[in-house]
């Protein structure tokens, strides 16, 4: 390749900052529309001795629990302690097999996007007996100095067709003004913004702090809120594809990569479908995340015996 054609290559920020050192292979990290506004990583776990890799999942979910059942000050008191902190993680949660996507997505946020967890959210509905529909997951990153905010929807399913239906149903609710002004009151609420902020001074300008403080007042405009937006969209689903092969194969992956595609192109024509009529939609950026395993009902089945073993010590 020429120097000029290489000057001319346009390197795309999908916002995905860890690309080696993670836990799932990314099987595609790219953007899928031409305002590079959408975007799709696909990730995929691999096989041993024939079989997918179960513990290995199971293993992250675990590990990455106390980052979403317990704040930032809980977490800090209790260490290095690893066992104590699932013990009380474990506390906050309310069993549900569905919190295996909240606990996923938040991972996936930490380890790919170098996010900040600014509200651990199974935390703070467990501590306020609020059930309503929000965020699944709440996070900052910091973009040459500036913050973003990411407002996360979390699905696991069996049917990928149902999880993107309603995602995108509980997308529409989240983005009502009154739903994204609780998000606000959440996050403003809560110590951990404060905590975070001073723990990235060294990363972000006291003035691009008081911007995103001034964005997170109740009185603040919509408009500026959706200009530093971002929806991560992560969907475990039960795939036939993975359930068809025993190891981490080129053909497996270029199939997995194959059906994602076809699948974000299908999640891209719900949002202008069904939010296209939303202000400035368009300023909003999306990220799709999937993630396919062979059996749903054993993915839940281990979260809750595993739940168990720690509850019974």
């Known amino acids: 390749m020429q120097d000029k054609e290489i000057e001319n290559i346009t390197i795309i920020n999908t916002y995905v900052k860890n690309k080696n050192d993670v836990t799932f292979e990314i099987c595609l990290d ?17 096989y041993e001795e024939g079989k997918w890799r179960f513990e290995k999942f199971n293993d992250y979910i675990m590990d990455t629990l106390a980052e979403t059942a317990l704040s930032k000050k809980e977490r800090e008191a209790l260490g290095e302690r690893s066992y104590s902190l699932i013990k009380q993680s474990i506390k906050n949660l309310n069993k549900k097999k569905g919190e295996i996507g909240e606990i996923f997505l938040y991972g996936i946020m930490k380890k790919y996007y170098n996010a900040l967890p600014i509200v651990p959210k199974i935390f703070y509905k467990q501590n306020t007996n609020d ?23 979390s699905k696991i399913y069996t049917n990928i067709k149902s999880a993107i239906d309603e995602a995108i149903e509980s997308i529409q609710e989240l983005l009502q003004k009154n739903k994204l002004n609780k998000e606000k009151s959440i996050i403003t609420n809560l110590n951990d913004l404060e905590l975070y902020m001073k ?111 720690f509850s019974n010590d």
């Not at 995340?289 to 839940?300: D, G």
């Open 30 to 46: 790219s953007a899928i529309d031409d305002s590079c506004s959408r975007f799709l990583l696909s990730l995929i776990n691999d």
């Open 131 to 153: 059930y309503a529909k929000g965020a699944d997951s709440v996070h900052l990153t910091i973009e040459n100095q500036e913050c973003h905010l990411w407002l996360g929807e």
């Open 199 to 309: 723990d990235k001074k060294d990363e972000i300008s006291e003035k691009n702090i008081n911007k995103i403080k001034k964005i997170l007042k109740q009185e603040a405009s919509m408009d500026e809120l959706k200009k530093i937006l971002h929806i991560p969209i992560s969907i475990i689903y039960q795939c036939y594809i993975t359930n068809q092969y025993d190891e981490l194969s080129e053909e497996y992956k270029q199939k997995i990569a194959n059906f994602h595609k076809d699948q974000a192109k299908i999640i891209i024509k719900k949002i202008a479908e069904k939010l296209g009529s939303i202000h400035n939609i368009h300023e909003i950026k999306f990220h799709i995340i999937l993630f396919p395993v062979p059996e749903k009902n054993k993915i839940e089945n281990d979260f809750i015996k595993n739940l168990g073993a």
